[in-house]
């Protein structure tokens, strides 16, 4: 059984960093294709960004584009979400999410309020304010 753990979340100040990481135990890590999915105080679950399954392609949600970066290592079973530059429309609970099926077949799902992913982290709380 896979299971999913976050970690890295925490207190941060506008303008300012986190790294979250989340470790999977099991076998099957490399053939999931891995995403970040937030949900705010009061609002729907977001799509972050996503990586496929040998991490060649990589996507993100518009209001994270070019702030965030996602990495995943294979052999370690992690996949990173670096976040620069935070602002406070950035806090909310992180969670680490996995699924067999392809990147894009996930966002649409998550878009569409399908949260109906193999796997779920338990999540991690980013809190961005001064």
């Known amino acids: 059984q896979e299971q999913l753990v976050e970690s890295g979340g925490g207190l941060a100040r506008p303008g300012g960093s986190l790294r979250l990481s989340c470790a999977a135990s099991?076998?099957?890590?490399?053939?999931?294709?891995m995403a970040w999915v937030r949900q705010a105080p009061g609002k729907d679950r977001e799509f972050v960004a996503g990586?496929?399954?040998?991490?060649?392609?990589?996507y993100y949600a518009d209001s994270v584009k070019g702030r965030f970066t996602i990495s995943r290592v294979n052999a370690n079973n992690t996949v990173i979400l670096q976040m620069n530059r935070l602002n406070p429309e950035d806090t909310a609970t992180y969670y680490c999410v996995g699924d067999s099926r392809a990147l894009f077949s996930l966002i649409a799902r998550i878009s569409g309020g399908d949260y109906g992913m193999d796997y779920w982290g338990k999540g991690t709380l980013v809190t961005v304010s001064s």
């Open positions: 990586i496929s399954e040998a991490g060649r392609k990589s």
């Open positions: 099991g076998s099957i890590f490399d053939i999931f294709t």
